[in-house]
């Protein structure tokens, strides 16, 4: 993944903080001799990323499966925008006045 030409976001910063802060715990751990257990990737991966265990599987296994990502789904709200929009967007007020006017 580059990002030649492309600024950074704040998230994409941060996550590069945390990462070169976790190495260099990791570099220190390994100058002092103590146990160094490099055998769960995901969980030291966790551990840089400030993620959870849970959330690294989930992206490695969508990866894996075609190796990219999809886009976020589309929050509730925006969902509501995009369908005011285009004019799928009932208001609730519209509905009882047909109801209303039905009886």
Known sequence: MSHRGRAL???E????????H????EKELF????????NNSAF???????????TVWRI???Y???????PPAKKALEHMRSMKMSKQFVKISSVRIIFVESI
Not at 13 to 20: A, F
Not at 31 to 38: A, H, I
Not at 64 to 70: A, E, L, R
């Open 60 to 62: 490695m296994a969508e």
């Open 31 to 38: 100058l002092t001799n103590k146990k160094l257990d490099v």
């Open 22 to 25: 976790y190495f260099d715990k």
């Open 13 to 20: 910063k941060q996550m590069v903080v945390h990462v070169k």
């Open 64 to 70: 894996h499966s075609n190796n990219s990502f999809s």
């Open 9 to 11: 976001s704040i998230s």
């Open 44 to 54: 030291r991966t966790a551990l840089a990323t400030h993620l959870s265990q849970v």
